[in-house]
């Protein structure tokens, strides 16, 4: 059963007023995607002004994803139950609230708390976003473009994260990359109490404390399990505990939604082609932006001596290429079906980011065409995966759905995180020429290495850069290898009639 086949859930509204609830729901969703990136240039300075030790910074950027990704989907199936009118409503005061802790938070331990409440604030909102289009917009070709503005301004707040967190360090202290939320915040609550329907909740739904507990942990120990393994040198002991509580807590997961009458997620609906390769989409275009962004503003601040937001302006040139495809491929969604976009958009990211990869070396210029072509194939992809998502589940389970979609792209991210900045290290430390001269603090990472430097060249500062280019070439390789494979999947997924329009008629129990 897709929402197509399905009997409208809300009246309809007025064109003004959906399309006014449109750009209300994409505010908060900027907002929670502008938190996922804006540390990636403030977390040097917020370090250093809380004194936060190594470990204390990796959860200070990891709280988030992780707190927020283990609970989208108890957050979709509560939507459902309450209301998502509702819940958008109370995500964003917890979101708010969340944001002036952060801003005026006097340790790195409190941070990490606040970041942890902003995740909760942020998996309350997510699910009800979507789950709010696919209810207001009962006309397929106007979803389909309701969907793909969605999907970039998904893309674009993750892009203008790293911006505006430079922007802001530039005239402020630390505290307004957290306290610009709140007006957004105040806005967004207002013009959802005027616009947005109010829906009929169904309190039939029952929601499962537990299994979001299980997910939020199964997700966290499977990340610190990739981490241990990728990190140098490995930590064999860590990833061997990490991963056996990680694989003991999803088939715990697993389980229990088998015996629940309303399970947080139904496994049955994957068994729509579209559905899967919409969520398998989702987290291939989150793996490569995310880790794109990660390692190419490091690489150009660490070795090309690039200022935050000189890194931060580069990346985005992925987002200024994702707007048109995006809003494009959801216009003719209807014409050219799913498969086109989807793994087209999939394989054309492939060659973008291979060009980044072949073309640093001779000069930004390559770079930058290699970001807008990577853009380009991201936005194809994420504009119609929301649609495959959300068109192909019933209509009293898009919270539900919605949550699936959330969860692929947070998951997509964590995976960046863990895996390719990991790698990036290891990389770094493993084509360190074995030479006396070269300090041993400067293998421990490259961050160490320049500060040995200080403001001179010593002979082996060529090395270390060296070095560390090869490991963004290689990392990079990894994210085009992952989207081709990407692509391949979702070819063979969408072959048939899955290929052609949203909404196939397939059931879902």
Request: glycine letters at 12%; a positive charge; hydrophobic letters at 60%.
């Amino acid at each position: 059963m897709s929402l197509t086949a399905s009997a409208p859930a809300t009246p309809a509204l007025s064109p003004a007023r959906r399309w006014s609830l449109l750009f209300t729901v994409a505010a908060g969703l900027l907002l929670v995607t502008l938190d996922n990136s804006v540390l990636y240039t403030a977390l040097p300075t917020l370090a250093s002004e809380l004194a936060a030790s190594d470990s204390q910074q990796l959860w200070i950027i990891n709280a988030y994803p992780l707190v927020m990704a283990g609970l989208l989907l108890g957050a979709g199936t509560l939507g459902d139950r309450i209301g998502h009118r509702r819940m958008f409503l109370i995500g964003l005061l917890a979101f708010g609230a969340a944001s002036l802790a952060a801003a005026f938070a006097q340790s790195a331990g409190q941070l990490i708390a606040a970041r942890a409440a902003l995740a909760v604030g942020a998996a309350a909102m997510m699910p009800a976003t979507l789950a709010l289009i696919g209810l207001t917009f009962h006309e397929e070709r106007e979803r389909n473009i309701a969907i793909a503005i969605w999907g970039s301004v998904a893309i674009i707040g993750a892009a203008l994260g790293p911006i505006i967190g430079g922007l802001l360090l530039a005239r402020f202290w630390w505290g307004s990359v957290f306290l610009v939320n709140v007006p957004v915040v105040v806005l967004a609550f207002i013009a959802t109490l005027v616009l947005a329907p109010k829906g009929v909740p169904n309190s039939s739904r029952r929601w499962d404390l537990l299994s979001s507990l299980l997910a939020l942990g199964a997700l966290s120990c499977l990340v610190l399990g990739i981490k241990s393994v990728i990190a140098a040198p490995p930590a064999w002991a860590t990833a061997a505990i990490a991963t056996t509580v990680a694989l003991i807590a999803a088939a715990a997961f697993v389980r229990r939604q088998r015996v629940l009458p309303y399970p947080l997620l139904d496994f049955a609906i994957f068994r729509n082609p579209a559905f899967l390769s919409g969520t398998l989409a989702a987290v291939f275009t989150l793996f490569a932006l995310a880790g794109l962004q990660l390692v190419t503003t490091q690489r150009f601040q660490l070795v090309a001596g690039f200022s935050p937001l000189q890194a931060g302006l580069l990346v985005s040139v992925a987002a200024m290429g994702s707007l048109p495809s995006a809003l494009l491929g959801g216009s003719f969604l209807h014409r050219v079906g799913l498969r086109p976009l989807i793994s087209g958009g999939l394989a054309c990211g492939a060659v973008g980011v291979t060009v980044v990869a072949l073309g640093f070396p001779h000069g930004l210029g390559w770079v930058i065409a290699g970001m807008a072509l990577t853009g380009v194939g991201m936005g194809a992809t994420i504009s119609v995966a929301s649609t495959a998502i959300i068109g192909n589940a019933p209509a009293d389970r898009a919270g539900m759905a919605s949550s699936v979609e959330e969860v692929a792209y947070e998951f997509g991210g964590l995976l960046a995180v863990a895996i390719l900045g990991s790698l990036a290290a290891a990389l770094y430390s493993a084509f360190l020429p074995a030479d006396a001269a070269l300090p041993a603090a400067a293998r421990e990472g490259i961050g160490q290495a320049l500060q040995l430097a200080g403001d001179g060249a010593p002979v082996w500062l060529g090395d270390v850069h060296a070095a560390y280019d090869r490991g963004y070439q290689l990392v990079l390789g990894v994210v085009a290898a992952a989207l081709a494979i990407g692509a391949l999947l979702t070819a063979l997924l969408l072959r048939g009639v899955h290929g052609g329009r949203v909404g196939a008629p397939i059931a879902v129990d």
